[in-house]
């Protein structure tokens, strides 16, 4: 199932190429330049508008496509220029997020598995992985938590221990409220619980460049570690659709196809129902037309029938009256 999508998915992908493509696609480029003595490398990942080209562009001084309106943005693996932090130099990989409008998760996940891969293999690994996630969201929708699934699948739980939950968009949000949700993701394993049990940092990102530089400093003193997916594909030489995250993904789509047969099924009864519901309605109606029709003619026959007998029902003297004037 998930090959055969897949196999569609990069089709689709080779044929369309959305937005703000051109900018991803010169700076793409970048990423084969990329070099060990670069120093750190920090990947960006997480929903599509989750702020992750902000971030990168905030702490880079770089200047990258940012999304204005509901459309995503980011369509390609972006590498930001190199910048000093400390004595330290930071190359931050800006990534399309999942739940893109213009990609599937599988093409995404495809995006994000080949650039992976392709660094692992030529020794460059990632001192730290971002997820970012907006606190403003009302709730951690099916969509999110699906997201954050994947990305799990895609980092495993060795690596956790170098990814930094970050979670953004503080100031759009009532303090107490962003609090209260910060506690919520925290204390529920179908949310970040399950990463920060394992070493996941969870942290909060302000929109500034301060804040931007503190995250990262919390990668400085930490050891470059692969990815789960990075091993299973070059290591262990799996296919992308039998790794942990294109299983997971595989698992994800099969629901809601699940989904999607289900809603069908209750639209379908929903029709059917409003069918036949009409179709009472309207065999009512006839039989009550077919009820006035009859009575008009019993009408109209009990008028001819006076008209020829117009003595008929009187009696005595006044039936004889009558009859003596109709002679
Ligand atoms: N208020 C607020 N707005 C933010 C923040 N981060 C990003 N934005 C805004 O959110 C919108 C989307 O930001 P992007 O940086 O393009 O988001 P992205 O995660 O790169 O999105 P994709 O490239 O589509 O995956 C832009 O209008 C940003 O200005 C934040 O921390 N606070
Ligand atoms: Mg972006």
Redesign the pocket.
């Known amino acids: 199932m998930f090959t055969a999508i897949l196999k569609f998915v990069l089709l689709y992908h080779a044929l369309l190429q959305p937005g703000c493509s051109g900018w991803s696609k010169g700076i793409h480029a970048a990423a084969s330049d990329l070099n060990e003595k670069s120093g750190l490398a920090i990947a960006v990942m ?1 929903p ?8 990168v562009n905030l702490a880079s001084g770089s200047n990258m496509h ?3 309106g509901l459309q ?3 369509s390609a693996i972006q590498v930001a220029p190199p910048f000093a932090l400390d004595d330290r130099q930071v190359t931050l990989i ?1 990534t ?2 999942f739940d ?1 409008t213009a990609k599937s998760d599988a093409q995404i996940l495809e995006i994000l598995a080949t650039h992976l891969s392709q660094e692992y293999q030529a020794g460059r690994r990632l001192s730290g992985v971002i997820y ?1 996630h907006r606190i403003s969201d009302v709730r951690m929708s099916g969509i999110s938590m699906r997201t954050f699934r994947i990305f799990r699948q895609l980092c495993g739980d060795t690596a956790m221990t170098n990814v930094a939950m970050v979670t ?5 949000v009532d303090k107490a409220v962003a609090e209260a949700r910060e506690k919520e993701l925290v204390g529920q394993h179908t949310f970040f619980k399950h990463a920060v049990d394992r070493g996941a940092q969870l942290l909060r ?1 302000n ?1 500034t460049i301060e804040s931007a530089h503190a995250i990262i400093r919390g990668f400085l003193g930490g050891s470059p570690k692969p990815l789960l997916i990075q091993e299973q594909i070059v290591d262990q030489q799996m296919r992308l659709a039998d790794t942990s995250a294109g299983a997971e993904l595989d698992r994800e789509m099969l629901e809601q196809i699940e989904d999607h047969g289900q809603e069908k099924r209750i639209l379908q009864e929903e029709a059917e129902e409003e069918i036949r519901e009409r179709e009472e309605q309207a065999r009512q109606k006839a039989e009550a037309d077919m009820a006035r029709h009859h009575e008009e003619v019993a009408r109209h026959q009990r008028e001819i029938a006076r008209l020829q007998h117009p003595c008929r029902g009187r009696r005595g003297m006044r039936r004889v009256a009558c009859e003596l004037r109709e002679l």
């Not at 599509?48 to 971030?55: A, E, L, N």
């Not at 953004?168 to 759009?172: L, P, V």
């Open positions: 997480g599509t508008g989750s702020g992750k080209t902000t971030f940012v999304g204005m995503s943005c980011t800006d399309p997020g893109d970012l953004t968009f503080w100031e759009s990102h929109d």
